[in-house]
C-alpha cells in the first residue's frame, strides 16, 4: 500500500510526493492539479491520499485499498 500527499512547495505551486520518497512524483501549478493527480495515484496503488493545505496542516485524507479499520453504521 501506497500513500501519497499532496503539499506545498516553496514556489508557489503543488507537488505529488510518495511517502517515504526523496523526489516528488509531480509537480504543478494548481492545487486541484496535484489532488486529481494524488488520488489517481492513490487509486492505481490502492493506498490512501493525504491533502496538506498551504500551511502544512492535514486538510482531508481519503482510502482506496483495503480499510483496516472501516466505519460503523
Not at 50 to 61: F, K, L, S, T, Y
Amino acid at each position: 500500500m501506497s500513500n501519497y500527499h499532496t503539499v506545498p512547495d516553496r514556489n508557489n505551486s503543488w507537488q505529488v510526493k510518495k511517502e517515504g520518497a526523496k523526489r516528488a512524483s509531480g509537480s504543478f501549478d494548481t492545487q486541484k492539479e496535484a489532488m486529481d493527480y494524488g488520488k489517481k495515484l492513490a487509486k492505481q496503488n490502492k493506498g490512501e491520499h493525504v491533502i496538506h493545505g498551504r500551511d502544512g496542516r492535514i486538510r482531508e485524507r481519503d482510502s482506496y485499498g483495503n480499510d483496516p479499520f472501516p466505519p460503523r453504521g
